[in-house]
């Protein structure tokens, strides 16, 4: 049971959007924690995707965008395309626990 | 480049040790936290532990799961983070990550390859 909560699996046909949202509480999210976003692309180790919530690292394509709200942030995909088809984590960081740093439990995207 | 490299990793009985390595480079690697990272097969990410950096005395937590078992230490003359694992238990079984903390704001980034310890008798 991850203290953040993330869907099991999503999916979107090539250039369709979809959103993965990641809920927390009062102790990380809720508390003004940030929010930090990672693909791990199949067999691949993870990678840091959307950081500080919203903000994208370079060479991360504009079809990626995050957001945060109360309890809650969420992951945005674009455009989608095959390669995005990757394992999508989140991660914050929680006040109330001897384990500071706090996962979601994934999503796996599948393109149709 | 900005690059974190694990090794050390294995087959290990239960109740056995087992020491995990990580080579810095690319970046002032005192003044950075360095984290463990783990992830069991088919699973997600869970965090393992900390060292914080220079300004904050390199102090070292834990994740109560590994705490009391697991020993993390760094050597900053080497750019290089350890991970001692003994007590091994089947559900140590993961891929473990080495991360460096860019800021709270920031996440984790890079993140290395990984190596993986099986915990099997």
């Known amino acids: 049971q991850s203290v953040l909560t993330q869907p099991p699996s999503v999916s979107g046909a090539p250039g369709q959007e979809i959103t993965i949202s990641c809920t927390g509480s009062?102790?990380?999210?809720?508390?003004?924690?940030?929010v930090h976003w990672y693909q791990q692309l199949p067999g691949a180790a993870p990678k840091l995707l959307i950081s500080?919530?919203?903000n994208r690292p370079s060479g991360v394509p504009d079809r990626f965008s995050g957001s945060k709200s109360g309890t809650s942030a969420s992951l945005a995909i674009t455009g989608l395309q095959a390669e995005d088809e990757a394992d999508y984590y989140c991660?914050?960081?929680?006040?109330?626990?001897?384990?500071?740093?706090?996962f979601g439990g994934g999503t796996k995207l599948t393109v149709l | 480049e900005v690059q974190v490299v694990e090794s050390g990793g294995g087959l290990v009985q239960p109740g056995g040790s087992l020491r995990l390595s990580c080579a810095a480079s690319?970046?002032?690697?005192?003044?950075?936290?360095m984290e463990w990272v783990r992830q069991a097969p088919g699973k997600g990410l869970e965090w393992v532990g900390r060292?914080?950096?220079?300004?904050?005395?390199?102090?070292?937590e834990y994740a109560a799961s590994v705490k009391g078992r697991f020993t993390i230490s760094r050597d900053n003359s080497k750019n290089s983070l350890y991970l001692q694992m003994n007590s091994l238990i089947p559900e140590d079984t993961a891929v473990y990550y080495c991360?460096?903390?860019?800021?709270?704001?920031?996440?984790?980034?890079?993140w290395g390859q990984g190596t993986l310890v099986t915990v099997s008798s």
């Open positions: 500080g919530s919203s």
């Open positions: 991360v460096r903390l860019v800021g709270w704001k920031f996440g984790f980034d890079p």
């Open positions: 009062s102790s990380n999210i809720g508390a003004g924690s940030d």
């Open positions: 060292t914080r950096n220079r300004a904050n005395s390199y102090n070292i």
């Open positions: 991660q914050s960081y929680d006040s109330s626990l001897s384990a500071s740093v706090v």
């Open positions: 690319g970046f002032s690697f005192s003044d950075h936290y």
